[in-house]
Structure formats: C-alpha cells, structure tokens
C-alpha cells in the first residue's frame, strides 16, 4: 500500500523537520541528514524518532544510488 500523494507532500522528519526519500517499493521514508529511515506499516507512516532505524554508509550509499535513479520520491514538494 503506498502512501497518499497529499500526505506525501505533507510530510516531514520529526526530528530536523527537514524533507525526507519515500520509497514506495520498500515502504519507507528517509532522512539522508540523519541517516534514519522511517517504516511505512499499511499505508501509514510510523514517524516516531524512537521508532526510527539507524542507516550504516553502505546502505545509505545504496539509498541515495536508488534516489538518484529516481526511484525515490521527496515529501515536501507538490
């Protein structure tokens, strides 16, 4: 199930309230500043910093490749 496109928009890091990569195809929001992904559990987005995962350089390497591929889409944009 993939999110919204409104809330998609919407959306931002609970932490440094900066945009953040949603992959629709891994159910997941994340923040490249912080190197924390966030789930998305049936359509909706768990955005608690408590909840978040820790990114190591590797996979946040493979992130920003997927990214950069558009594969990725930014919230916080129309």
């Known amino acids: 199930m993939t999110l ?4 998609i928009e919407v959306l931002a890091c609970p932490e440094d309230k900066g945009p953040l990569l949603y992959f629709a195809d891994e159910n997941r929001l994340y923040n490249p500043r912080l190197h ?3 789930e ?3 359509g909706i987005p768990v955005m608690l910093i408590d ?3 820790a990114v190591d350089e590797a996979e ?3 992130l920003m490749a997927e990214a ?3 594969r990725a889409r930014t919230t916080g944009e129309p």
């Open 60 to 62: 946040h390497a493979r």
């Open 68 to 70: 950069a591929a558009a």
């Open 36 to 38: 924390r992904s966030y």
């Open 40 to 42: 998305v559990r049936d």
């Open 4 to 7: 919204d496109p409104l809330l």
């Open 51 to 53: 909840e978040a995962t």
